[in-house]
């Protein structure tokens, strides 16, 4: 449980330090969001990035000829873990093919902030 928190807290400041390259290189306040810009440059956030890769590397596991590999992703469709990221990003799980958008989702909560 504490290794998840520091990991979290770590995230988060990882991902203020990736804003925080934005807003020097477009000259912007620390209050202000750099979400849109990132959006018009097709980047994503830290936080989306990291997820981006995890849903990535769960994508080449669904199709892994490895029997064990295989099993063992099909295990961990039921954890908690891969219920948050399924919710949140609308991983479709089909035989052979993991589907989903990372920058869809990252879009719409550009236009929902504007």
């Known amino acids: 449980m504490v290794v998840r928190v520091y990991i979290l807290q770590m995230s988060n400041k990882l991902n203020v330090c990736w804003n925080d390259v934005y807003r020097i ?3 912007m306040h620390r209050w202000q969001s750099v979400k849109c810009i990132q959006w018009f440059c097709e980047r994503l956030d830290f936080k989306r990035i990291v997820r ?6 769960y994508s080449r596991l ?3 000829p490895n029997d064990v590999v ?7 469709l039921y954890s908690n873990e891969f219920r948050e ?3 949140h990003y609308d991983v479709i799980v089909k035989p052979n093919h993991l589907k989903f958008n990372v920058f869809s989702q990252f879009y719409l909560l550009c236009l929902s902030s504007l």
């Open 62 to 64: 669904c199709c892994s």
């Open 25 to 27: 290189v477009f000259g």
């Open 85 to 87: 990221l399924s919710r």
């Open 70 to 76: 295989s099993q063992c992703f099909n295990w961990f």
């Open 52 to 57: 981006n890769r995890k849903l990535k590397l």
